[in-house]
Structure formats: structure tokens, C-alpha cells
């Protein structure tokens, strides 16, 4: 296990990694600062899985592609064994923001070429933990960058 920290947050990555049974994948945690904006990449051979623990997000998902990339959201139900599954389709040149946390529990996947970030919102930190079905090898990292003012998403928070 290894940890990082920044003015945006702090993550401890590959947690389980003494774990054979998981293979090339990798699970990790992060705190995002509240109102600390962490974004934007993306990677080409891993699909991101999303789970907020505390507090709330605001995650930007953002397709730079022509042809739209469907993110698929899980969220818990009250029914035991029940969830609601919704598919996001993110259209060519376009984002969508997803909410995520205490407030609406469950797991966004992320798929392979999709640029995601986030941020806190509600005024406190969240915990972010994060499943990753390909490790991270400095060798060889499969991810890509931008800033976080990159693309036209709102990072603000939205009145109504």
C-alpha cells in the first residue's frame, strides 16, 4: 500500500494487493476536500467502479469521443437484495454530472476511455472508494490527463 496527498485530498492506493484472489485488479480509497475539484482523466484498459462512503459528490463524467459511452449507475434500494440500475449515456462532446454519496448510496462504473473527476459538495469531505479492474504500473500507466477546467462541465454547485 502506498498513500498521497495533496491540497484536494489524500488516497492510500492498492489497498488489498497481498490479495492474489483479485489478479490485476486494484481497490483504493481517497478523501476528497470539500469543494477541491480532482479532475479530469481517463484510461484506455481499465474500468473505474465508484462507491462515495461519506459525505457527497458531484462526479463529472465527460466523453471527448464521437459516439456515446454509457456509464452505468447501481444504487441501493430499501428492498433487501434490490437495486435500481440506470444506464448514463454520455453523448460525443458532452458531460453529465452523477451524485453520489450518504444521500444516494451506490456504485458508479466508469468505463475505459470515459473522463471522469470530482468534487465534495454539502460542505464536508467525502470518502471516496474506488475499485479498479487493472492495477497502476509506473511503468506503464494507463491514464491520461487534463486540467480540471478543461472540458465545459460546471464544477459549481447548482441553485434552483
Given amino acids: 500500500m502506498h498513500t498521497f496527498c495533496d491540497d484536494r485530498g489524500r488516497s492510500a492506493m492498492s489497498i488489498f494487493d497481498h490479495i492474489a484472489a483479485l489478479g490485476n485488479a486494484q481497490f483504493n480509497a481517497s478523501t476528497m476536500y470539500s469543494g477541491a ?48 440500475v440506470k444506464q448514463i449515456e454520455v453523448g460525443g462532446n458532452s458531460g453529465v454530472a452523477v451524485y453520489l454519496g450518504e444521500h444516494q448510496q451506490g456504485v458508479l462504473h466508469i468505463p475505459a476511455r470515459l473522463w471522469h473527476g470530482g468534487v465534495a459538495v454539502g460542505g464536508k469531505d467525502a470518502i471516496l472508494l474506488y475499485y479498479v479492474t487493472r492495477k497502476y504500473d509506473p511503468t506503464d500507466p494507463d491514464e491520461q490527463r487534463e486540467s480540471w477546467d478543461a472540458f465545459d462541465f460546471d464544477w459549481s454547485v447548482e441553485f434552483k
Wanted: aromatic share 8%; charged share 25%; with cysteine.
Fill in 37 to 84: 475539484v480532482k479532475a479530469w482523466h481517463r484510461h484506455f484498459k481499465q474500468d473505474d467502479h465508484w462507491c462515495v462512503l461519506s459525505g457527497n459528490m458531484k462526479i463529472g463524467l465527460f466523453n471527448t469521443e464521437r459516439d456515446p459511452i454509457a456509464a452505468t449507475l447501481r444504487v441501493a434500494t430499501s428492498v433487501p437484495n434490490h437495486e435500481s
